[in-house]
């Protein structure tokens, strides 16, 4: 009598990426390097452990990790199978649905999960960020900036922290336009809790963004990580207000490692929150005065006139453009 094997079932990309990314501290840097190193995420789990270890910023505990992971496959199948049932749609860099231009970024993360009415988001997005605890006349200018890019056409993105991040959403929430918004936390525990609401409002009309699959607490690494992701997916960042040490300051130097542009308000008055933004200046981002919000658009449009100045430098009259006075 024949028997017959049971064949298990083909895994997925996404069931190797995921697994990648449940590895305690292996980061899309990482992965990146095994992806050049194997070729293809799945050859990665038919290694040896010494081919790992012996890879730049790998040892063999690490090693060791990502190879016994393969035993987690079925829960791993679990969970994400519960994502599915929960409307979560969960992304790896093969899918044509994981953002473009975040492909690009070298720590891209490798899991990227996603929730809301907006499937597709293209390269038309630029960030608002900036203090948690603005003075008026940031709110103000934040909400007057988020509307003017929304309604030419682009999406807002922001991190839903409290203060600048928020109006900017509430901002393109106010005359119909897209905004994206991206947790340090999974899409359980949106933090700050007073912005649910807010978070609820995005989810209807624009979409939300997490790495984290997995239930994850708010911390301070985590938020760092975050900014990564909105600058990322934006072709520019605008900071409106920041201390030297605020956390829009790290999403102004991704963005710069990322190749992007980014802009920074010159307010009159110096003070605490006026700093972080001086400093961004003096380093080359583009400035812009409160009223003249209309410059920071006409540049995102025409990315063309910010490629011209950066070749020639941000200096002289090629400057005229973004001459803050």
């Known amino acids: 009598m024949l028997k017959f094997m049971i064949q298990p079932k083909k895994r997925t990309y996404l069931e190797y990426w995921f697994a990648l990314a449940s590895v305690e501290g292996l980061g899309g840097v990482r992965i990146q390097r095994l992806i050049t190193r194997f070729g293809d995420v799945a050859n990665i789990f038919d290694a040896?452990?010494?081919?790992?270890?012996?890879?730049?910023?790998?040892?063999?505990?690490?090693?060791?990790?990502?190879?016994?992971?393969?035993?987690?496959f079925p829960v791993l199948r679990e969970r994400l199978d519960a994502l599915n049932s929960q409307q979560v749609e969960v992304l790896c860099p093969e899918d044509a649905a994981y953002p473009a231009q975040l492909k690009s970024v070298p720590d891209a993360p490798p899991i990227l999960c996603r929730i809301g009415t907006v499937t597709e988001i293209r390269e038309q997005c630029v960030a608002i960020v900036g203090s948690q605890q603005p003075s008026?006349?940031?709110?103000?200018?934040?909400?007057?900036?988020?509307?003017?890019?929304?309604?030419a056409g682009f999406t807002v993105v922001s991190g839903l922290a409290t203060g600048i991040d928020a109006t900017a959403h509430n901002g393109a929430l106010a005359v119909g336009g897209r905004t994206v918004g991206v947790l340090a936390t999974d899409f359980s525990a949106v933090y700050p809790f007073r912005n649910s609401?807010?978070?609820?409002?995005?989810y209807e009309t624009g979409c939300l963004f997490t790495e984290h699959p997995f239930p994850t607490s708010p911390s301070p690494g985590n938020f760092v990580l975050r900014?990564?992701?909105?600058?990322?997916?934006?072709?520019?960042?605008?900071?409106?207000?920041?201390q030297k040490s605020g956390g829009a300051m790290h999403t102004a130097r991704y963005a710069r490692r990322q190749g992007k542009h980014v802009f920074a308000c010159r307010w009159k008055t110096r003070n605490e929150r006026s700093e972080g933004t001086l400093e961004l200046i003096n380093t080359g981002a583009l400035p812009f005065l409160p009223n003249?919000?209309?410059?920071?658009?006409?540049?995102?449009t025409h990315p063309e006139l910010l490629e011209a100045q950066s070749a020639i430098g941000a200096s002289g009259e090629q400057m005229a453009l973004f001459d803050a006075g």
Not at 136 to 151: F, M, N, R, S, Y
Not at 197 to 202: G, P, R, V
């Open 227 to 242: 900014n990564r992701i909105i600058s990322g997916l934006s072709v520019a960042t605008i900071v409106v207000e920041s």
């Open 48 to 72: 040896e452990l010494p081919e790992i270890a012996r890879l730049p910023s790998f040892n063999p505990v690490l090693a060791s990790r990502i190879l016994t992971v393969a035993q987690n």
């Open 136 to 151: 008026l006349e940031g709110i103000q200018v934040t909400l007057a900036l988020a509307v003017k890019l929304a309604q």
């Open 197 to 202: 609401q807010l978070a609820a409002k995005i």
């Open 292 to 300: 003249e919000l209309d410059k920071v658009v006409e540049g995102v």
